[in-house]
């Protein structure tokens, strides 16, 4: 099971940190990333990160956004800065093993205020 956490309100142009940690039932997780959904749209990439730290960024988020991740805690962050109300969305982190199924963890909500 994966389990995120760091939502909440902020103000435009605030900055938030997001963290998922992977639970011990998961193993040999190759990628880890976050993705998000805001109301009446599909959920969309927002960045990931493989296991040798080779990274992939939505284009809405170059430069505001940093990926990373702890492989020995099982844990990837988001750090996301100069926040804008378009970010405001429902964040979901993901793993997956090699060679295995994508694990989702449970939304943490972020909310923007103009």
């Known amino acids: 099971q994966l389990q995120a956490s760091g939502g909440g309100l902020v103000q435009a142009g605030g900055s938030l940190r997001l963290s998922c940690v992977a639970s011990?039932?998961?193993?040999?997780?190759?990628?880890m990333g976050w993705y998000r959904q805001a109301p009446g749209t599909q959920r969309e990439l927002v960045a990931r990160?493989?296991?040798?730290?080779?990274?992939v960024y939505a284009d809405s988020v170059k430069g505001r956004f940093t990926i990373s991740r702890d492989s020995a805690k099982n844990t990837v962050y988001l750090q996301m800065n100069s926040l804008k109300p378009e970010d405001t969305a429902v964040y979901s982190c993901?793993?997956?093993?090699?060679?295995?199924?994508?694990?989702w963890g449970r939304g943490t909500l972020v909310t923007v205020s103009s």
């Open positions: 993901v793993g997956v093993p090699y060679g295995g199924p994508w694990n």
């Open positions: 011990g039932s998961i193993f040999n997780i190759n990628v």
């Open positions: 990160i493989t296991s040798a730290g080779s990274t």
